[in-house]
Nanobody, 118 residues
Framework: QAQLVESGGGLVQPGGSLRLSCAAS????????MTWYRQAPGEERELVAA????????NYADSVKGRFTISRDNAKNTVYLQMNSLKPEDTALYYC???????????WGQGTQVTVSS
């Protein structure tokens, strides 16, 4: 059974940095595209960044382009989200998602809280 565990969230001042990690287990990591989402209170969950199984292709929300970087270490079954130049509007619960078309898999982590405040 697929399991995703996020870590690395916390309280940071505006302009600061954080690196989120998502450790995966229970499936062949390289077969899954990995995505970071976030959800702020009262808002819908939104895609932040995505990366293909081989790590060759990435995609970002316009709001984080140039500030956030998604990467993966397939030897460690872990995906990362490096977040720089953080803004108060980046405050949210950040989730990791693993998806695969065949055999079908769609698994979410429990989330890690990121709060950007002075």
């Amino acid at each position: 059974q697929a399991q995703l565990v996020e870590s690395g969230g916390g309280l940071v001042q505006p302009g600061g940095s954080l690196r989120l990690s998502c450790a995966a287990s229970g499936f062949t990591f390289t077969t899954a595209a990995m995505t970071w989402y976030r959800q702020a209170p009262g808002e819908e969950r939104e895609l932040v960044a995505a990366i293909t199984g081989d790590g060759r292709f990435t995609n970002y929300a316009d709001s984080v382009k140039g500030r956030f970087t998604i990467s993966r270490d397939n030897a460690k079954n872990t995906v990362y989200l490096q977040m720089n130049s953080l803004k108060p509007e980046d405050t949210a619960l950040y989730y990791c998602r693993a998806r695969r078309t065949f055999p079908k898999m769609d698994s979410w982590g429990q989330g890690t809280q990121v709060t950007v405040s002075s």
